[in-house]
Structure formats: structure tokens, C-alpha cells
């Protein structure tokens, strides 16, 4: 393999693709959904497996913000009520086990964000009141072109295997969210810092 014209290739697509990704989204959804964390009294995360990563490393930014944030299997995590925001990233838009938490949320009278690849999705058609739509290739993709499936329409195609472009872009989107986030509330990079860990 020639590693080097292999590398700048992939490089290359991949840096093309998210650049598509990050054009294609919805400014008056993004709004929504920055307004809803910074106003929120408490935010839950909740993401499976990759997508999970991206969503933890959300929950910590949230906190060197100042805003109380639970990872959700966390054991110390607390009581989710009215005034909360659930923020639950759900790339394929239907994922089964995540069904009974979204129920419990709905009936805490939390508010429930979704991020999604698929917004027609059963889960989020039925739980969502905050859809933010990411346009990029989920796994297992493909199968939402099924009969009965939703359809995973308007999406950037990649040439990365299985949910590795919307993982990817969910952490970087994160990022990107955590500072208008903080530009919302009024704080700045220092005061984020200053909540950093000083126990290393």
C-alpha cells in the first residue's frame, strides 16, 4: 500500500465531507436547540456506544460552563423533572433500548432534544420536542431504505465504513455548540477553564 497517497485521499475525503455536513444544517434548528441548553436548569446526556463518547465529551463542557450536567448511566445522576433539558443523541433515530429512558423523561416533564441523522425516525417523531437534524451518514444507514424503515434523506454519502461520519461530526458539532452555548450565558474561555479539574 502507498501510505502516503493513501492517507492524503482519505484525509482529504473525509475533511470534504464534514465540511458538507457542517453547510448543511439548519440554522433556526441550531438556535432552538443552543437556546434550550444555556436556559435550561439541568441537562441530561444520553448517546450508545461512539455516539455516547461524543455526548460525554459534551456533558464535561457543559460543566467547566457552570451548568449542572449529568451523564445519564451515571449512578449519580439525579431525578430528571419540568425545567430540564434531555439531550439524547440518537443517530439512526429509532434505537430500541433507548425507548423506555425517553418514556420516563417525557413523563419527568423534562424538555427532550434529539440529534439525529434520521428525523423521521419513530423515537424522535414520537419523543422529540427539539430536533436537531445532522445530515450525515448514520449506521446502518442503508436499512432505513427498507419498506416500513424511515428514509435517510439529505445526507452527505462517505466513504467511511458503518456511523463513523455522523460520530465523528456529533463530537465536532458538540465542540462548536459548547461555545455559542457559552457566549449565550455570558462567560467566557477563562471562566471555562477555571471550572477545569485541578485534582490531575
Known amino acids: 500500500m502507498d501510505y502516503k497517497t493513501e492517507y492524503q485521499q482519505m484525509t482529504k475525503a473525509v475533511i470534504e465531507e464534514h465540511r458538507q455536513v457542517f453547510e448543511k444544517l439548519d440554522m433556526g434548528e441550531l438556535g ?45 445522576a439525579v431525578a430528571m423533572g419540568p425545567g430540564d433539558l434531555f439531550v439524547v443523541s440518537e443517530g439512526s433515530g429509532d434505537v430500541g433500548m433507548f425507548g423506555y429512558v425517553l418514556e420516563k423523561a417525557k413523563q419527568s416533564g423534562a424538555r427532550i432534544a434529539i440529534i439525529t441523522g434520521m428525523p423521521d425516525g419513530a423515537q424522535v417523531k414520537k419523543y422529540a420536542d427539539i430536533v436537531l437534524f445532522v445530515h450525515s451518514t448514520v449506521y446502518l444507514g442503508k436499512a432505513g431504505e427498507a419498506p416500513g424503515k424511515p428514509k435517510q434523506h439529505d445526507v452527505v454519502p462517505t466513504r467511511q465504513p458503518m456511523g463513523n461520519q455522523y460520530e465523528q461530526h456529533l463530537y465536532m458539532l458538540l465542540d462548536v455548540i459548547v461555545i455559542f452555548v457559552m457566549k449565550e450565558m455570558g462567560q467566557s474561555y477563562q471562566e471555562m477553564e477555571n471550572r477545569h479539574r485541578n485534582i490531575e
Request: proline residues 0%; positive net charge.
Open 32 to 76: 432552538v436547540f443552543v437556546e434550550a441548553v444555556a436556559g435550561a436548569k439541568r441537562v441530561f446526556v444520553m448517546g450508545g456506544g461512539r455516539e455516547g463518547i461524543s455526548c460525554r465529551g459534551f456533558a464535561m463542557r457543559l460543566a467547566h460552563l457552570g451548568k449542572e450536567a449529568h451523564w445519564i448511566w451515571d449512578d449519580t
